[in-house]
């Protein structure tokens, strides 16, 4: 039995109207990347020449305001890890410039830092992995997890750590006493919250997840999203939410990127992009989402054809070959990235003259369902009922 | 640069009632499956029931580490040990041709699980689709050389009959260029083309149940969508029953005719697909359903979540499985007993005290 978890403090639900999002669109962005490309060579002989260029992440550009969450989704390989990376400088990339706006207000290139400087700008950006197994060590406890990165920045105080780690662990929802447990002695959702809190040490502005609930189970997963919306909202924090789940996306982002083989190929407001898509790969997209309800059993429809090779891809519109509504130009002229409506950015040659699909109406989601007890919006669950602890295999505290 | 595989056309799907199909051809009934190791009993599956009609789609969901991949390898006995069937029985009836008396009566649990007859129903009348993709073929062989040795194990036939008949499937499920794929090995495939393949094999000896795990976890969700509908598409032809696992509701309601929820080992409701989604009986179904997002509900409100977490399988709570977790659980009742799966008259059995008072016999001992 995994140690419990702390019921978060009663959320509000946050209201949908633009200004009461969060999102501050007055100042200059938080984060801009503009132009940013990422090519991987390819060796290849034996004398290991580069014999090509993976272009995962090719020309591409966003915004993330003060508190808020801009997801990037698109199928396995377009792209979404890399450009990541390259926002935090895990990896360098090729060109391109991703603008941070410091707490001191000074705009500095992330790109161009010299790895010396990259330390500050990692205590304003942080990143959250995928996999809440691999990422912790398991021979520290979790106040050496939580807390290095002060250490790293030169917090020699370990009852400041200390203290620190406490209000983070009760942040995310765990006790404090259990900083001198070790992260075996938590379940898969706890581990997550350990990987947040972590993340959260230096009180960051912006904070990168990667597929952050993606391998966790409906139940878990839907705690740690509250989790992510209760902090941005608490610690007015940034997010650049990297998904591929387009229920989650729509869920939890302000606005959404869709990538296509290393390009952004629709950006625009979340409900906008779900309701009115101005790109046929979002439309698709959204097409095969599989829709929870059994009395919407519609025909299935995928996408024909493979994802274009970064390594080769075609000429003109890289989704030329897998669109049903592809004209000669599309096999000639790359679409550039135009803004077509207010704040709705596509790149595609017939963003104005095509009327696609999005999700439809709401009617679903509007009926009643039947009442759960403890599990409304309204009424957060109650703590779990304390269950008697079994002996115990966890390393003592 | 890769051709187009040939989309089946799109079509719906719709829901068939269990009073259409017939008299069920698979019964697992009170199924144990237990992991016996030095640090403690997993009780993976621990007394798990449910029928399977010919021609028809049961889903099962429940959460990572619930028993559901456990349940179905201990029906075609490809549980390995430390794992063992401790009790139960899982009667497999061949249906007869043109809906004759079933030829053959059987009980699974029964059989050796290396001997010959189980080994001629597996591949054969039931057919495996595993949760590994990796896992269906080997990289040492083409596929198509793989597809020809399971179709000429069950089936007698020359090498040149199976390798037409091999390429046939493989058309069949909209593999591009067959011929040609044919002598591909499985690592130079794409996600979705492997697939295709691997469904090619399983239904390559028309059997009479497909068990997929998973068919379509690891895969984007353009593949995902081609590869529901093809399964639909070859369901409606060959009508195979087919029992598939998942844990996106998503995917249950576009696909399953009845549904099996599962928790901690233990069948907790089942019943037609559009009962478990309009009215879910047992609380853990219901904070099941309210705890996804969907692209239709309310954008960054909170979700619902369900209390606690799920327990650690060598320590599994006395009484109801769900009874730490449940907002309604009954001191002195839930933390005791067993509830037992009533079913009402109404189709959808529930093991649940909110919903009648039979406790399991043994009570979980
Ligand atoms: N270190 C590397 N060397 C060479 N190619 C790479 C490297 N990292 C990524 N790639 C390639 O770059 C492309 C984009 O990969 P990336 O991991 O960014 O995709 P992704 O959108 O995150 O996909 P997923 O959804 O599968 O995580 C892929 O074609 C990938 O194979
Ligand atoms: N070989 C094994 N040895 C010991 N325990 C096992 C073994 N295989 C499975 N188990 C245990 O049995 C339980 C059920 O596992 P199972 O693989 O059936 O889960 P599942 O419902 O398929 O989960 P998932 O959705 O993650 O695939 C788990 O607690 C698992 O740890
Ligand atoms: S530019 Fe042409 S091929 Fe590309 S998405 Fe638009 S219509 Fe389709
Ligand atoms: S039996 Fe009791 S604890 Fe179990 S689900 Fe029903 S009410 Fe809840
Ligand atoms: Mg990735
Ligand atoms: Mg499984």
Redesign the pocket.
């Known amino acids: 039995m995994a140690p419990e978890t702390t019921p978060l403090p009663a959320a509000r639900p946050i209201a949908r109207s633009a200004d009461a999002t969060g999102v501050d669109e007055s100042r200059a962005p938080l984060l801009e990347v503009r132009n940013l490309r990422k090519h991987f060579p390819i060796k290849g002989g034996f004398l290991q020449r580069t014999v090509g260029l993976v272009k995962a992440v090719d020309d591409v550009s966003f915004k993330v305001f003060d508190g808020e969450i801009l997801s990037l989704v698109g199928e396995s390989g377009c792209g979404k890890t890399t450009t990541a990376r390259c926002v935090i400088r895990a990896i360098d990339p090729t060109s391109g410039e991703v603008l941070f706006r410091r707490a001191d207000g000074d705009v500095v290139d992330v790109a161009k830092l010299r790895d010396k400087q990259l330390r500050p700008i990692w205590r304003d950006m942080q990143m959250i992995f995928q996999d809440p197994f691999g990422s912790l060590n398991p021979r520290k406890n979790l106040l050496d997890i939580i807390g290095e990165p002060m250490f790293v920045q030169g917090v020699r105080s370990r009852q400041k750590r200390m203290d620190r780690v406490a209000e983070l662990l009760n942040l995310v929802g765990l006790r404090p006493e259990y900083m001198h447990r070790y992260p075996h002695a938590f379940s898969g959702g706890q581990r997550q919250r350990i990987v947040i809190a972590r993340a959260l040490t230096l009180e960051p502005r912006l904070v990168i997840a990667d597929e952050a609930v993606s391998a966790l189970d409906v139940s878990v997963q839907a705690q740690i999203l509250n989790l992510l919306l209760d902090l941005q909202r608490r610690l007015e924090l940034s997010y650049l939410f990297v998904a591929h789940d387009l229920s989650i996306v729509k869920h939890i982002s302000h606005r959404v990127a869709v990538m296509y083989v290393g390009k952004v190929v629709e950006l625009a407001r979340t409900d906008a992009l779900f309701t009115r898509p101005k790109h046929p790969y979002t439309s698709a997209l959204l097409a095969a989402v599989p829709v929870p309800d059994p009395d919407q059993r519609a025909a299935l429809q995928g996408l024909p054809g493979e994802v274009a090779n970064p390594a080769a891809p075609p000429p003109g519109c890289y989704f030329h070959p897998r669109c049903p509504f592809a004209v000669e130009v599309c096999k000639h002229e790359p679409p550039p990235l135009r803004e077509v409506e207010p704040d709705h950015f596509v790149a595609c040659h017939r963003a104005e003259e095509l009327t696609l699909d999005g999700i439809g109406e709401l009617e679903s989601a509007l009926r009643p369902r039947p009442d759960v007890p403890g599990a409304t919006p309204e009424a957060p669950p109650p703590a779990p009922p304390d269950v008697p602890t079994p002996p115990s295999r966890e390393v003592p505290s | 640069m890769q051709q187009t595989p040939t989309v089946p056309e799109a079509r719906a799907f719709a829901v068939r009632s269990r009073t259409d199909l017939g008299e069920p051809i698979l019964s697992v009934r009170g199924l144990k499956t237990h992991f016996v190791m030095d640090e403690g009993t997993v009780r993976a599956v621990d007394g798990v029931s449910f029928d399977v009609h010919p021609g028809e789609v049961v889903g099962i969901v429940g959460e990572s580490g619930c028993g559901k991949s456990v349940a179905l390898k201990s029906v075609l006995r490809l549980i390995q040990k430390p794992g063992r069937i401790v009790a139960g029985e899982i009667m497999y009836r061949r249906p007869g041709r043109n809906g004759a008396r079933p030829e053959l009566e059987l009980d699974l649990a029964t059989l050796p699980p290396l001997g010959r007859r189980i080994r001629q129903i597996r591949g054969g009348d039931i057919a495996l689709i595993p949760q590994e993709p990796m896992a269906s073929f080997s990289p040492l062989h083409t596929i198509g050389d793989q597809i020809v040795e399971a179709i000429r194990l069950h089936d007698p036939m020359s090498v040149a009959d199976a390798r037409k008949l091999a390429i046939a499937k493989l058309r069949e499920v909209g593999m591009p260029s067959p011929e040609q794929r044919f002598r591909a090995y499985s690592w130079q495939l794409s996600g979705g083309l492997r697939q295709r393949a691997i469904i090619a094999m399983a239904l390559s000896c028309n059997p009479a149940i497909l068990v997929a795990d998973e068919p379509t976890t690891a895969i984007d969700v353009t593949t995902q969508a081609q590869v529901l509908q093809l399964l639909r598409v070859l369901q409606q032809e060959h009508g195979s029953a087919i029992v598939f696992i998942t844990h996106d509701l998503g995917v249950i309601a576009q696909l399953a005719d009845h549904v099996v929820v599962m928790y901690l080992g233990r069948v907790?409701e089942q019943g037609p697909v559009r009962s478990i989604f309009h009215t879910p009986r047992?609380?853990?179904t219901r904070a099941l359903l309210q705890s996804v997002p969907s692209v239709h509900s309310e954008a960054r409100v909170q979700l619902p979540t369900i209390a606690g977490g799920i327990p650690h399988p060598l320590y599994r709570p006395p009484?109801?499985?769900?009874?730490p977790r449940?907002?309604?659980?009954?001191p002195g009742?839930?933390?005791v007993r067993v509830?037992a799966m009533v079913d009402d008259g109404s189709g959808q059995p529930?093991?649940?005290?909110?919903?009648h008072d039979v406790a399991e016999a043994d009570d979980g001992a």
Not at chain 2, 319 to 323: A, Q, T
Not at chain 2, 326 to 330: E, F, I, L, Q
């Open positions: 907790m047992h609380p853990y009484g109801c499985p769900f009874h449940c907002p309604d659980a009954m009742t839930c933390d509830p529930v093991a649940c005290f909110l919903h």
